[in-house]
């Protein structure tokens, strides 16, 4: 798995708002083509630390390398090879699934043929529907074909199948499965310990802004001495899975 | 790993399918689309009957002098008040800019696509006006065309700019069409929106003519009839560019 240059590299990553130490210190290492979930309760630091991986906010100390490009420095190249999904869909709602797709195809030299991207995510019935008139389940899909309109090579997910019915959650962890054997290097936010066990080689585990534990779903729950994921992240982070939202 | 990556700006072809969506979600914003296009037009045919027939200088009416300058003025000022303010906070309040922000995309890119699409939304309500006007009730061409175009040009910008402040100030998309619908209506009292500005109080009225929708009302009217757009209605279309650039890119936040 271990190759020269890691896909991501983040180096004790710092982030403050205000008085809220929102990251303190995260370091983390993603190999290329590896499924990397990071876990955590409400406010360990999980959206931040993909926010400053993704240079969408600038560290107050630390630094982030993805395929070898400093976010901020390189933003523009990185944008090319960089897919991100955010917590919520933010696309506009009066137009079409197709006509969205097209929209963030136009973005990148050598986007994924609509129909392709339309099959990934199992939407080509609802291809001429308006993105407002979609399900909730059929919005998240939309948005992680549009994460992946421009062929990256990362991927970022954040809060992949919340507010996805057990079907529909089902079915997008195929999406992923499909997505991760083309060789894309996948970085997950999560918070269902189902999803991470599955799709994920290994996890990093959040807590109050910092990397407490960063192992495979199997050595996570032999060093907690746990029988469940689940049970394996209560006792590392001392606290009940109910808060991680 | 980093050196294959080459840095590629979307070009021409992502800025077109983008004023295509701008355009997309403009005609299915049916308030949107249909109010600044229909409300001046309607002001038009309630007044332009009487209008056409008084003759004011060099053989332009009342409706080619006042009418016209006010409706033109009316229609940009709807779009670039209160449509494009209300637009721009949307998409910032929704996420939309920030979703854009992590695709090879500039968010300015949506503001140039907006602004390209409330332009034309705005030469369908003028071109419209212009025909019904000249069609219907035999309006008259500006004496000076090249100077009506250079002023309509230049109350466009002024206008734009004001909800450009607008959009800078307005922290969600309800405060901003609150705001731009305020804006809106006391530019265009103090402009002569309700009457002309003579019936304003003499301080009121000298402000007013200052203030984009005022002067552009007025150095309208002047092109029209072919005399010297006075230098204080160009000063404030000018000053209110200005204004509202630095206001913006002080102020502008894309998230």
Known sequence: MTSVEPAILAENLAKRYGRIQAVADVSLRVEVGEV?????????????????????????????VVLGLDPRRDRARLRQVLGVQLQHAHLHHALRVTELLDLYRSFYPDPRPTDELLDLVEL???????????SGGQQQRLSIAIALAGRPRVAILDELTTGLDPKARRRMWGTIER???????????????????RLCDRVAVLDAGRVIALDTPAGLVDR??????????????????EDAA | MSTLVEARRPGMRSLLTLIRCEAKMVVRDTAGLVVPLCLPLLIMLTSASGASQTVVANGRTALDLYVLPLVFTMVIAIIGIINMPSFLAYYRRSGILRRLGVTPASPAMVLVAQATVSVLQAT??????????????????PVDIGAALGVLALATAALYSTGMIVAAVAPTPNSAVAIGLVAFFVLGALGGMFGGRDALPEGLAE??????????????????AGTAVEAPQLLGL???IVVGALVASILFRWE
């Not at chain 1, 469940?228 to 009940?240: E, F, P, R, Y």
């Not at chain 2, 369908?124 to 061409?141: D, E, Q, R, S």
């Open chain 1, 36 to 64: 990397v979930g990071v876990v955590g309760t409400n406010g360990a630091g999980k959206t931040t630390t993909i926010e400053l991986i993704a240079g969408m906010r600038v560290p107050d100390r630390g630094r982030v």
């Open chain 1, 124 to 134: 080509t019935d609802q291809r001429r529907s308006i993105f407002e008139k979609l």
């Open chain 1, 179 to 197: 997505i991760k054997s083309s060789g894309v290097t996948i970085l997950l936010v999560s918070h269902a310990m189902e999803e991470v066990e």
């Open chain 1, 224 to 241: 907690a001495g746990a029988t469940t994921l689940d049970d394996a992240i209560v006792t590392l982070t001392g606290k009940n899975l």
């Open chain 2, 124 to 141: 369908i309500g003028i071109t419209t006006a212009v025909l019904v006007a000249f069609l219907a009730f035999g309006a008259n061409p």
């Open chain 2, 207 to 224: 402000i007013g003519g200052w203030l984009p929708f005022g002067a552009a009302v007025e150095a309208l009217s002047s092109a029209w």
């Open chain 2, 238 to 240: 000018a000053t209110t």
